[in-house]
């Protein structure tokens, strides 16, 4: 239920608007929709990383650890886990979003990409973004391989458990279980490691706008 909420919030943050500008000659966005079409991307974006890592937690509850599933994921260690990953997501994407916005802006002010994705906004800063890009390097980090790292060991668990099943059809059940998660944790991280976790460029790629589109239309559409 988090999960399909977060990614129509996530989409929503910039999609409707990338619609009107496909339909109309003049593409513009104020600095304070920017900005905060900026924070929820970032909010909505960062939050998925987090709800992926515990929905992988809850299936190798579910899968490993049957009997004791009801006390080990109770109901308030639910809630308190998918509200966590909300506030401290957001806590960190306002952080990031303020430190962007307060570098100065001259020349052109042509943001090259179909969304105020941060990467692109700070190409147009006549300033020092080294904080800024800082503060994206160590959220990336924290965001992207710890959590994957932590979905990995528990797949890896998962499929340890799954191979002792003694029925192919308790192994084919306890894999349909895992597989439509794992299709979209292998296509969300991998189009938003290359995003994040790429060495700086000066100049944008195609790559970003393909890349943007796989992990934040295609990834919620699934």
Known sequence: GNLSTLDICYTSTFVPLMLVHLLSSRKTISFTGCAIQMCLS???GSTE???LAIMAYDRYLAICQPLRYRMLMSHQLCVLLAGAAWVLCLLKSVTEMVIAMRLPFCGHHVVSHFTCEILAVLKLACGNTSVSEAFLLAGSILLLPVPLAFICLSYLLILATILTVPSAV?????FSTCSAHLAVVLLFYGTIIFMYMKPKSKEAHISDEVFTVLYAMVTPML
């Open 42 to 44: 970032l909010s909505t």
């Open 49 to 51: 990383c987090l709800l």
């Open 170 to 174: 308790g192994r084919r059940k306890a």
